[in-house]
Structure formats: C-alpha cells, structure tokens
C-alpha cells in the first residue's frame, strides 16, 4: 500500500472481558486504517464489538475486567497505548472525541448544558471560566440551540436537543477524530435527518475526520467514504462505499443488504439472517459466520483468511477460493 | 420554593396536635401522677385534692387535655410540675447540650462515612470495601450504650485518656460523640457506597470521562453530586436518631442533656414537662425534614423544578 495521511491507524486490536463466567472475546484482531478528512462507517449488529473498538481508541474501556491488547494504535501521530493518565486526560477530548448512542442518559443531570460544554473546553484551552461559558454558548448556537438556553439542566431539552448538546460537547475543542457511536438511534426518524445533516455539516466545516458507528446503512450511504462491516469482533468486508453498496461480497453483508425492507415492494417478506450473533465467550472455530452462512462447507469451519478484491476492497472469506463461487445478491440486481 | 416552605409549616400543626395527643394520653395511662410523689404522707383526701387544683390537674383527661391544647396553641408549653418553671425556659437550658452532642455525632459520622463510602465504591470488591463493610455493619450492629460502656472502659477507667461523663470541657464530648456517630456512620456509609455504585454505572460519567475530565474529578463533581440524594435523605433521618438516640447515650455518660430530662420527667409524671420536651423535639425534627428536603431542591435542578410548581 502506498504511503498515506494517517489520523487513525490501528494493527490488531484485541479486547477481552475476564468476568466470572467466562472471557468475553469482544474485538478480536480488528484492524482500521482511517485517511485524514475521510469518513468511515463501523456497520454490525449489536453486540458486534463496534462500541467496544470506539472505546478502545480513547482507552475508556474499564480495566479491569476488560483487558486490551494491540500491536499499533496511532491517532493523529501518538502512541496512544504508551501516553499517561495525565496525557490520556489531554487526549481525550481534544485529538479524539466521541458521541455516545444515548442523548437521554449521556448528559449529567444536575449540571448546566452549557456548564457541560465550557467544562471541555476550560480542560484543553488554556482560558478563564468565563470565556470558556462565552464559547461554550457559541458552541450551543452552532449546534441550532438558543444561548441563552446554556443556563438550562438536560432534563428541560428533548432527546434531539440533547443530542445537539452533545455533538456540541464533541466538537467544542475541535478534535482531530470524531467517533459517533450510533448517534441518531435513540431519536425518532424526523430529529435523526436533522441531526445526521447538522453533523455533516460540522464535519465538513472543521475537516474532522470520522468514525460513524450504526448498523443503519441508509446513514452509511449519506455520509460515509468507507465502509467496515464488522462480525464478531472483527471486519468482515471492507471497502468504499462504491465497493460495498455496489461490489458486495461478503456473505453476511449481503444478509445485511437482504434484511432491508423493500420499499418497492410493500408485501415482500422481511429476510433476515438466520440466527443470532455467535456467544462472544464461546466463538465458533474458523470464520465465526459459518453456523449462520448459506454458502458454508467443511472448510469454512476450519479456516478464515483475507481475500482483496482490488486496491480498496478486501473480505475475510474462503468461499471465494472455490471455482466461480459467487453470492447470490448479484445476480438479483 | 417559598410557597412549599410555607406549606410545610402549615402541615407541622396537624403534626404536633397528634404527638402532643399521644404523649399526653399515654402519660395518663401510666401509674400514679405527680401529686402522689409530691404530696406528704400523712396529706388527706382533700389536701391531695387541692393540690391538683394548684397544679392545674383536676378534671377529667378530655378537660386537662383540651386547657393544654388550648394553652399550647398560645404557644404557652405551661409550667413544669416538678421545677415550678416555665417548661420552655428548662428546656431550652438543657437543649445546647443535647445540639452540641448531636451535632458532634454528626460530624463524626460525616468525616468517616462519605470518605469510607465513595472509596468502598470506586474501589469495588477490593479489600478497601470489604473492610469497610465490616466496619459499618459493627458500627450499625452494637447497641449504643453497649459501645458507649466499652467506651468508657477502654479509655476513661484502662487508659485514663478521655472522661467517662460530665461536660463543660471538651474533651468530655469525644466519646459520647463517637458512641452515638458509630450507628450513623455506618448507615451513612453503606447508603453512600450503594448510591455511588449506582452512579458509577452512568453513562454520563463516561462521557465526563470522554471530555478528558480526570478521575477524581469525575468521582468528586460528577459522580458524588448525581449520588447525594438517597444520601441526604438518609442523612436527615440520622439527625432525627442523633436527637432520639441522645437520650440512652446522656444516661450512660450523664450529659447534661434534653434526653435525660425527659426521661427524668416521665419519671416523676411531670406530665407538662414530659409532653412539652416531646413536643419540642418534634418541631426540631420537622424543621430538619424540612431542611433536608429544601437540600433536595440545591443537589438536584429536576426537583427544584417539582417545588416551583
């Protein structure tokens, strides 16, 4: 691969949780690559390992029970597996920000909104409390919020609004890397166009590069450049989003495509991928995907490997080593 | 705000009519009354007779009853039996006594439980929280003036350090002190460690983690804030057993205080003294009900805003 602006660059990510009742393999050798000013859309179930892996970038996995183990993991040039308590704190929040999936539990209840906001941006700006309460409310206006709403607690905005906070929070300090984990989830269909605008807006505005976590790929396709469909603790396909929409490969991200619902056709029968997400503690051997494959042999359960397609596009699928094997969603098109 | 205020102290009237009822009529059932301890022993039917007319006892319990009402709805606690004194004017040279004691167990408690708690929390599991489990179940588990006796001997009569009773110095409130913050405290820290265990889980306090906020920031503004409420209120029904409980500890270590009048006075069947210390008592209490409940409105904006309404 040719040399490329890094902001973020992760080799071999391995998350576990030591509980009582086992070890909880949540990532299991996931690694991303992230171009400087690009987008890229983490799709899986839940329980994928998604929230887990945006965890991980900021350290803000609990350790213990939880145990993380990576070969590289670079944001924006730092070493973020050998900073300090006190350089993590300076990281967190300036070079790499996050918004969490739940607006209604994500905000401190008995502070201020826009105490919430300036409380970022006293941390990493070198400024007096009340210029940092003075951003704050430019904050909260560029978000589509009244100033004079930075009084206000969390319980007196609704669940969009709150997300406007929160994004606000995010983005008080400009950071390099902005994870969204499922941002627009928790919010009804209307507030979700708004908000999914608003943040394409913002990004565009101060360049950041982004992380979107969803398994919703109607958002995928509005504001993503690269695709990572992730299974069990690790990418399964990935690509641009050209290759993913267009060139699918992989079988379980053409279970995703197959579950949508068919607008054109309102009597169709919803076509979910059978079964259910492998037990994290206890993974099948050879591609975690094979009890639920369609296309599944012997083979499958013995072995995984990564296949590139072209110079954007790779699977981790074995099927395709078999003569003139193709999925099926191709031919439908 | 000022209008639920003014509720409030509306609603203490039914409140004090229906203690004052209770003591009063339960004084009553008791054996014997005041002029059967006072009166000679040679004094005659009519002697005796006359002295209750003196002492404001004659008639029936619905008449005394309804003249003490009547008077104490005038804010008059009348005269104490026993002393000949006004009860308002005994009891409130006892009452710093019991305030300094109570208050003294309270700091106690407070310095050793909210530390204890938080620590138990964050540090889950470890040996940090079994300890100090240990030590609040001991401190909740002994009876008070079992402990204040242990007290006494350890460290008044085998060490000599501190004095077993008395006051007046104040040396001599150490360990009345920590006789009655022992239970306190060991409520107060199991309700702060169980509150805070609950906040930890929140999710807010991972985004104050995201922002770059450092930990024990987070445990100290955002954790404990979020966690304070069961913590008040817990703490409230403390000082109402700081005030209760001060009565068996003023017996052990002879304070000086209302807890022991009152018991005094129930012994002599001083019927006004008795029921006035008892009425007292409870206005304090509800006034630190109320207290506390106005400390909900400053650690949570989502009750302020209940009140306003």
């Known amino acids: 691969m040719k040399e490329k602006d890094l902001i973020l660059d992760l080799q071999d990510l391995y998350v576990r949780f030591e509980v009582e009742d086992g070890v909880v393999h949540a990532v299991n050798g996931l690694s991303l690559q992230i171009e400087r000013g690009k987008t890229l859309g983490l799709v899986g179930e839940t329980g994928a390992g998604k929230t887990t892996t945006a965890l991980s970038l900021l350290r803000l996995v609990s350790e213990p029970p939880g145990v993380v183990e990576c070969e590289r993991l670079i944001v924006d040039g730092k070493d973020v597996m050998a900073l300090s308590q006190k350089e993590l704190e300076s990281f ?242 | 705000m000022l209008r639920y205020i003014l509720k409030r102290f509306l609603m203490m009237i039914p409140v004090l009519l229906a203690v004052s009822f209770v003591v009063y009529f339960l004084m009553d059932l008791a054996p014997g009354d005041i002029v059967s301890s006072m009166a000679p022993a040679d004094a005659s039917e009519a002697d005796i007779e006359r002295m209750r007319e003196e002492l404001g006892l004659s008639g029936n319990i619905f008449e005394r009853y309804t003249r003490y009402i ?136 991972r985004t104050a983690r995201a922002k770059g906020v450092a930990e024990n920031v987070v445990i100290r503004k955002h954790a404990l804030k979020n966690a304070l409420i069961p913590i008040i209120t817990v703490f409230g029904s403390t000082l109402g057993n700081a005030l209760g409980g001060a009565v068996a500890i003023e017996t052990v270590f002879s304070w000086p205080g209302v807890g022991r009048l009152t018991v005094a006075a129930i012994n002599v069947r001083d019927m006004n003294l008795a029921t006035g210390c008892i009425i007292m008592f409870t206005i304090f209490l509800t006034l630190t009900l109320l207290i506390v409940d106005i400390a909900y409105a400053f650690a949570d904006p989502r009750i302020k805003a209940q009140y306003s309404r």
């Open chain 1, 92 to 333: 967190r929040g300036n070079d790499i920000a996050m918004i969490f999936q739940d607006p209604m539990t994500a905000l401190n209840p008995v502070f201020t909104v826009g105490d919430q906001i300036a409380e970022t941006i006293a941390i990493h700006e070198n400024i007096s409390q009340t210029e940092a309460q003075k951003k704050a409310i430019d904050m909260l206006e560029l978000v589509g919020i009244q100033g004079e709403r930075a009084d206000e607690y969390p319980h007196q905005f609704s669940g969009g609004m709150k997300q406007r906070v929160i994004i606000a929070i995010a983005l008080a300090c400009q950071p390099r890397l902005l994870i969204a984990d499922e941002p627009t989830t928790a919010l009804d269909v209307t507030i979700q166009a708004q908000v999914l605008n608003l943040m394409r807006e913002l990004r565009d505005h101060y360049k950041t590069s982004m992380i979107m976590i969803t398994h919703d790929l109607g958002i995928v396709a509005q504001i993503c450049d690269e695709v990572a469909v992730v299974y069990a603790g690790n990418i399964v396909e990935y690509g641009t989003l050209q290759d993913i929409f267009n060139r699918t490969k992989h079988p379980y991200t053409e279970g995703l495509f197959n579950s949508l619902p068919n607008i054109r056709d309102r009597k169709a029968e919803l076509n979910p991928i059978k079964g259910l997400m492998p037990d994290p503690t206890n993974l099948p051997q050879g591609c975690p995907f094979h009890p639920r494959c369609p296309y599944a042999d012997e083979k499958c359960k013995e072995e995984q490997s990564v296949k590139w397609v072209s110079d954007t596009h790779y699977i981790r699928c074995i099927a395709y080593e078999r003569e003139g094997f193709h999925i099926k969603l191709e031919e439908k098109r």
């Open chain 2, 70 to 205: 009547g008077n104490l709805l005038r804010g008059d606690l009348g005269m104490s039996l026993s002393m000949k004194r006004p009860v308002i004017n005994v009891f409130f040279e006892r009452f710093p006594a019991t305030l300094k004691l109570a208050f003294g167990s309270i700091f106690i408690a407070l310095v050793i439980s909210i530390p204890l708690g938080i620590s138990a929390a964050t540090n889950h599991r470890s040996w940090i929280d079994g300890t100090s489990m240990v030590l609040s179940m001991l401190g909740l588990s002994m009876p008070s003036f079992w402990l204040g006796l242990l007290l006494i001997l350890g460290f008044s009569l085998k060490l000599g350090w501190l004095p077993s009773g008395g006051s007046g110095f104040f040396s001599a409130i150490i360990l009345p002190a920590i006789t009655l913050g022992a239970a306190q405290a060991g409520n107060l820290t199991r309700i702060t460690r169980s509150s805070m265990l609950e906040v930890t889980r929140q999710d807010y306090l």
